[in-house]
């Protein structure tokens, strides 16, 4: 019976050891937000019909829509155009084998992004001199300018 008792002492003893033997470490949970931007929508700028018996000099604009992660520094660039004239530097749109120059008011932006549920927009505003479309033949003038958007 002593032996008994003593086995029973044993086993109580090396549980109340086990049971206190708990252990604890952290896990720690991450993630990254990366910065990024994303053009959502472009509209073009459409100087419509330019008739050059009045030629008065022509505004117009266009606009791009577009998204960047809170609080990243963006820029939005637009390039020279498909048809840039490198000798006069500027940019112009063709019509079949006649230019039609024009100029953007501003052809840079820069700012923070305001996150993905927050949209942005930038205007694009051109001109074309009455001038420059006086003795132009009738043809349907297009450029095309890549906008980049770097976060």
Known sequence: MKLTRIAI????????????AADQAD????ASV???????????????ALDPAVANDRNAQGSI???????????????????FD???????MKGGNEFLPYALAQASFAGKGA?????????LAAAIAGADYRNLPAADYVDVLRVTLTP
């Open 86 to 92: 490198a000798a006069s530097s500027r940019r112009q």
């Open 115 to 123: 996150g993905f549920g927050n949209p942005l927009s930038v205007t």
């Open 34 to 48: 990366v910065n990024n931007c994303k053009i959502l929508s472009t509209n073009d700028i459409n100087f419509g």
């Open 65 to 83: 829509s577009f998204v960047c992660t809170k609080n990243v520094d963006y820029a939005l660039t637009a390039d020279q155009g498909s048809n």
């Open 9 to 20: 002492a044993t086993i109580i003893a090396s549980t109340a050891i086990a049971a206190h």
């Open 27 to 30: 896990v720690r949970v991450t």
